[in-house]
């Protein structure tokens, strides 16, 4: 079980596979973060993202009024279209996080998607 579990949840008027679409794009997580930490994020191999992707994120992390720039590596463990895209973050605070997995889960909602978006830290 996770030390930190985090969830937030909305309804979305779209279709699964057109938020899918936007949720397995890393780079689109520039714009959906909404905090100005990440400053940069690059893909390898390039092209589409499948489980076994790599995410690397150039981050500017604030800690207790402090700033620290930190580089962030991150590999893509689900990406089933239109259900779940998951991905799990090495340690980039070595000694403070162990753990940290992101997912998105979508299901269908009236005419819209239901959104989970879930951070587990260990």
């Not at 936007?22 to 714009?31: C, F, M, R, V, W």
Request: net charge negative.
């Amino acid at each position: 079980m996770a030390d930190f579990p985090y969830t937030a949840e909305a309804t979305i008027n779209a279709s699964a596979d057109k938020l899918f679409a936007i949720i397995s794009e890393p780079t689109q997580h520039l714009a959906m973060a909404g905090s100005d930490e990440i400053k940069k994020i690059t893909v390898t191999p390039a092209g589409p993202v499948g489980v076994g992707s790599k995410m690397f994120a150039d981050e500017a992390v604030i800690v207790g009024g402090d700033t620290m720039e930190i580089a962030a590596e991150s590999e893509t463990i689900t990406c089933d279209a239109g259900k779940k895209f998951a991905f799990l973050v090495f340690p980039a605070l070595p000694g403070w996080v162990g753990r940290m997995e992101w997912s998105f889960n979508l299901s269908p909602d009236g005419s819209g998607t239901k959104v989970s978006h879930q951070v587990d830290i260990d």
